[in-house]
């Protein structure tokens, strides 16, 4: 007989057994009760808090909201992955502390457990795993990653929500990942990256790991699974680790009847579902000040920059491999192609020049001069003469190229030219007196171009992403207010500047909208001169949109020459124009432009004898400024002789003590003055 005493400890044991289970999410018409973690003893995953506070809420907030759903039940396989990939793209918004963080979290989340039913139809009841997802994520760095399972489920037993029901391990594609790699755990994290031997932080460490069959008895690589990831904080920078896990083996993908032809015919090889791979080299790739490689086809090889062109060159072939279906021959030639890149001199364009060559794509990206990370050319490199910095890809010369990627073919034509910008020692903390003083910030400046952000459609965004940190937009509207409202802020910019910065705005939303004219008419208001209105506008299906306009609209028109294959003719019709603009602008810095009409600069006053510079009318609607910049727009034209002569007026006052009349600030009045007479 049982005593009181023994029944009491029977009764509490009783009561204590649930506890001692396996915690379930509870569950109505598939949406969470109470959210209970299966194993993990606390009310919601940690990587929910974690994500809800790693970035603003209307942000990250929303994210944590939306990741409860993809981990129930009844959810779709591979929306678990979706959602870590919206949080991957969500971070690229951010400073890079920011995106870092994201990162890790969207990876942690997309290995969290799944919550499964048990089977209640067999007795006792069948712990079920969940079913893995069978497309490959968007973002390089989810690759390879799956949703853990719990160990107390039945290893041949899994749920699938499509079906509602159980199936058994091997029945269907989803009860493995990668499509039939056996029951694969979750990867090893990645070793730290070693040290470069240079001292340069690209570095591309491979390490092997094995996919081990169920029951753990022999080796089942059927497939070679390549994960390349970023190392570092900076997830825009160029560390990387290269992972692959299992054996290659050689397959042949069938002809892709969407697979770009090849100019190099079928030598090289099908690409599959993606463009014949090509690099290329400049400065200003992620907003670097040196030169470096990235891919120029960002939709088919979505990876950002890096000095070391082992990393670029390693992940195109990953991708070849892991995401594009294309055959041995293709990823044959991809070898080939980066055994070429590292026999070349390293960190300059002959590089990317090699690694083109194996594909059939002549570049001359060897004439670009390497610059360090201090912004400094690097001797015996190029032709001479540094690479054009901003925005814009380097003018290379491309011949027999593939038929372009509309979006890299716009990105490739804009230059930036800083021709009457304050002089250096008042930048980045004050500028010339007549378009005020930015503090801590550097003088705003907004590029127009295809590709930023990953985007296919040409797109605004701010030069300086370390003074004015926002994503893209198609509106410039919302990056010239993030500037201005940036510079009240965060700069501690004075009222002069933010007045200018006001102007500025005005002149970009009065240029004909979502056309680089818009950002020339912000910049111009700065002092600085580019000419993005040669950019041809490509809108979000990669459709040319339009025409290109202002001086260099014939090079937008050979860039979409390209498009239709008319590669010869565009590359020769680019050259044509670089050469004749070469020859203006040699001209004008000679004076040998001919005064047509006079002087249309009517402004006369000229402290220290320093007068504005004449503007001529050359014709067909376009006005030189002597020394400086060929305009569109009369008004801009002297304008822009009004701000070259307020800073060589600030120049010379500088030069001559600040003392009587000639001072910076009567400089700053006069250029006021000259400007309101253009006006």
């Known amino acids: 007989m049982f005593s009181k005493s023994n029944l009491v400890c029977l009764t509490i044991l009783a009561l204590s057994l649930p506890s001692l289970g396996r915690e379930r999410w509870l569950e109505r018409e598939n949406r969470p009760v109470f959210l209970y973690p ?19 809420g209307q942000f990250c907030g929303t994210l944590a909201g939306k990741a409860v759903t993809p981990l129930l039940a009844a959810q779709p396989e591979c929306s678990q992955q ?47 795993n969940s079913v893995f997802c069978q497309k490959a994520p968007k ?70 790991a094995v996919l081990v069959a169920d029951g753990g008895a022999t080796p089942s690589c059927v497939t070679a699974i390549t994960i390349t990831v970023i190392g570092t904080a900076d997830v825009s920078a160029t560390n990387a680790v290269t992972i692959t896990a299992g054996d290659p083996v050689a397959t042949t993908a069938a002809p892709d009847a969407g697979a770009t032809a ?6 090289i090889g099908n690409f599959g579902s993606c463009s014949v791979p090509q690099i290329e080299f400049g400065v200003g790739f992620d907003n670097r000040k040196e030169t470096s490689f990235q891919p120029v086809d960002k939709t088919s090889y979505d990876h950002g920059s890096a000095q070391n062109i082992d990393i670029i060159t390693q992940f195109i072939c990953d991708t070849l491999v892991n995401k594009c279906g294309a055959d041995q021959t293709a990823k044959d030639t991809c070898a080939k192609g980066r055994a070429a890149a590292s026999a070349a001199t390293v960190k300059t364009g002959q590089q990317a020049d090699a690694f083109n060559a194996a594909f059939g794509i002549t570049t001359q990206f060897a004439g670009v001069t390497a610059i360090d990370n201090q912004g400094n050319a690097i001797p015996g490199t190029g032709n001479g003469a540094v690479a054009a910095p901003a925005a814009s890809s380097p003018a290379a010369v491309v011949t027999n190229a593939p038929a372009a990627n509309p979006a890299t073919s716009a990105a490739s034509t804009a230059a930036t030219t800083p021709a009457s910008a304050p002089p250096a020692s008042q930048q980045g903390g004050g500028a010339a007196a007549g378009i005020g003083n930015f503090g801590k910030c550097s003088v705003p400046q907004v590029e127009f171009a295809a590709g930023f952000d990953g985007r296919r459609e040409t797109s605004f965004q701010p030069t300086d992403k370390g003074s004015f940190n926002h994503g893209s937009a198609q509106n410039i509207n919302i990056i010239t207010q993030s500037i201005c409202d940036t510079l009240t802020n965060s700069c501690g910019a004075d009222q002069t500047a933010k007045a200018t910065c006001a102007r500025a705005q005005a002149a970009a939303s009065a240029a004909t909208a979502k ?8 910049n111009n208001v700065f002092g600085i001169s580019t000419n993005f209105a040669a950019v041809q506008p490509i809108d979000d299906q990669g459709r040319v949109v ?12 050979n860039a979409n020459n390209g498009n239709n294959g008319n590669n010869g003719n565009a590359a020769n019709n680019a050259a044509a124009t670089t050469a004749a603009a070469t020859q203006q602008t040699s001209q004008a810095s000679s004076g040998n432009v001919a005064v047509a009409n006079g002087n249309i600069q009517a402004f006369r006053g000229a402290l220290g004898g320093v007068k504005a510079p004449v503007v001529t009318d050359i014709g067909n609607g376009q006005f030189q400024v002597e020394g400086n910049s060929v305009f569109n727009n009369r008004s801009n034209a002297v304008v822009r002789s009004c701000d070259v002569q307020q800073n060589l007026c600030s120049n010379a006052a500088n030069a001559s003590g600040n003392k009587g009349d000639l001072t910076v600030s009567a400089c700053g009045a006069q250029g006021n003055q000259c400007r309101a007479a253009a006006a």
């Open 38 to 56: 299966r194993r993990f003893g606390q009310e919601q995953p940690a990587v929910l808090d974690k994500l809800r506070n790693a970035c603003p």
């Open 82 to 128: 979706d959602l870590a990939d919206e949080i991957i793209d969500t971070s690229k918004q951010f400073d890079a502390a920011t995106q870092a963080n994201m990162l890790a979290i969207a990876i942690e989340y997309r290995q969290s457990e799944k919550n499964t039913p048990p089977d209640f139809s067999t007795n006792p009841p069948t712990l079920r």
């Open 139 to 208: 973002n390089p760095e989810l690759i390879g990653l799956v949703q853990a399972q719990d160990p107390g489920n039945d290893p041949n037993i899994f749920f699938d929500p499509a079906l509602g029901k159980s199936v058994r391990l091997g029945d269907q594609a989803n009860t493995a990942p990668f499509g039939g790699a056996g029951n694969a755990p979750a990867p090893a994290p990645a070793p730290e990256p070693a040290p470069a031997a240079d001292g340069a932080s690209d570095v591309a460490v491979v390490p092997t």
């Open 262 to 267: 090849a100019p190099g015919g079928a030598g």
């Open 515 to 522: 056309t680089g004219a818009q950002a020339d008419a912000f």
């Open 546 to 557: 339009g025409a290109a306009t202002g001086g260099a609209a014939s090079a937008g028109n």
